[in-house]
């Protein structure tokens, strides 16, 4: 058994190995609005997930560039408001292009083939070809410190004020997401990613 303890590794010897270990994680696909001129920010996060289902809490964490925020985690300090959508295959690429950095006051959308929808509750759109939009409001924000003291990362828990979930991904008789037509993909290691493969069942005891 190979040992390692996380200070003789550096910053992304850590992040290598837990973004490796730690697979497969859903994506965050979120947009908000530029808190420079109000266009509508997107990109992907895989440092995501269910926090709470009572009040229903996401986590999404978001690593900061030289100790400054990025402009999703500037938006939503500054506007309150998210709209997360779950990735699927059809849409892959295109969420895959607005990771590109770009300055605050342009939008990623404008890389891809994807147009926006407006939300229900939050000002900020939705994309329309994402088969779940979740819209959220910021419920709070805590900062990530290293040893040195130095913000390196901000963890927001978002409450979710309402799902679009698409009809066909969704049996409204029993209340389950049909995950076959979802075709959720998830983020691995490097530029890896998975789609859904074998599954099987355990009985809780």
Avoid at 76 to 95: F, G
């Amino acid at each position: 058994m190979l040992e390692f303890h996380p200070n003789t590794i550096s910053s992304k010897g850590n992040y290598k190995l837990l973004s490796g270990l730690i697979v497969p994680r859903p994506i965050a696909f979120v947009t908000t609005l530029s808190s420079v001129n109000g266009v509508v920010n997107a990109a992907p996060f895989s440092y995501f997930n269910v926090a709470s289902s009572e009040p229903p809490i996401l986590s999404l964490s978001i690593g900061r560039r030289n100790g400054e925020p990025k402009d999703t985690a500037r938006n939503l300090l500054h506007n309150r408001e998210i709209v997360v959508h779950l990735c699927d295959e059809r849409i892959a690429e295109d969420m895959n292009r607005t990771a590109s950095s770009l300055m605050a006051d342009q939008s990623e959308l404008e890389l891809t083939r994807l147009t926006t929808i407006s939300s229900k509750l939050v000002k900020v759109p939705g994309i329309a070809e994402a088969l779940v939009r979740l819209e959220g409001r910021l419920d709070r924000h805590i900062t990530i410190e290293n040893d040195l003291g130095e913000t390196t990362t901000d963890l927001f828990l978002v409450r979710v004020v309402y799902y679009h979930v698409d009809e066909r991904v969704y049996d409204s008789d029993k209340g389950y997401v049909l995950t076959d037509q979802l075709k959720p993909i998830s983020r691995l290691a490097g530029n890896e990613y998975a789609r859904l493969g074998e599954r099987f069942e355990l009985e809780r005891p």
